[in-house]
């Protein structure tokens, strides 16, 4: 009798490692060049923005003020992440959604992942910069 063997996760490990590489998996699939992608950049951005925390808030400063709160793991106000959201991915709270937006919104701004200038900054020895 044969073996029924299923295929490996393409997204292996839990949390921060997992959410991270099926964004990932969702930006090339929807034609982002592997080129502007970067998992280091990635870590530099959420663990900055929220300490990893996908139900992060920021209610205190002047994207808050003008009603638009930053929220979830990378930390994206509202209609950045409307303008930036994959379909089947719209839950600003699901942490695979919300850097999918983030990191479709840097790119489109910065033209890659790794001119991010908190990661620019970062990777230089210095303090990060919001984005």
Same mark, same amino acid.
């Given at each position: 009798?044969?073996?029924?063997r299923?295929?490996?996760?393409?997204c #292996?490990?839990s %949390?921060?490692q =997992?959410w991270?590489?099926?964004?990932e +998996? /969702?930006?090339?699939?929807? $034609?982002?060049?592997?080129?502007q992608?970067?998992t280091?950049?990635?870590y530099?951005?959420?663990?900055?923005?929220?300490?990893?925390?996908?139900?992060?808030?920021h209610g205190?400063?002047s994207?808050?003020?003008a009603g638009? #709160?930053?929220e %979830?793991?990378a =930390?994206?106000?509202?209609?950045?992440f +409307? /303008?930036?959201?994959l379909? $089947?991915?719209?839950?600003?709270w699901n942490?695979?959604?919300?850097?999918?937006?983030?990191?479709?919104?840097a790119i489109?701004?910065?033209?890659?992942?790794?001119?991010?200038?908190?990661?620019?900054?970062?990777?230089?020895?210095?303090s990060?910069?919001?984005?």
């Amino acid at each position: 009798s044969q073996q029924h063997r299923q295929s490996p996760n393409p997204c #292996p490990g839990s %949390g921060l490692q =997992q959410w991270t590489c099926q964004a990932e +998996q /969702a930006l090339i699939q929807h $034609g982002t060049p592997r080129s502007q992608w970067s998992t280091q950049a990635a870590y530099i951005v959420v663990e900055h923005e929220s300490s990893g925390n996908p139900r992060a808030y920021h209610g205190w400063d002047s994207n808050a003020a003008a009603g638009h #709160p930053s929220e %979830g793991i990378a =930390q994206v106000i509202g209609p950045t992440f +409307q /303008a930036y959201a994959l379909p $089947g991915h719209t839950d600003i709270w699901n942490p695979v959604d919300n850097m999918i937006a983030a990191f479709r919104y840097a790119i489109s701004r910065y033209g890659s992942m790794n001119n991010i200038p908190g990661v620019v900054a970062v990777r230089q020895g210095g303090s990060y910069v919001g984005y």
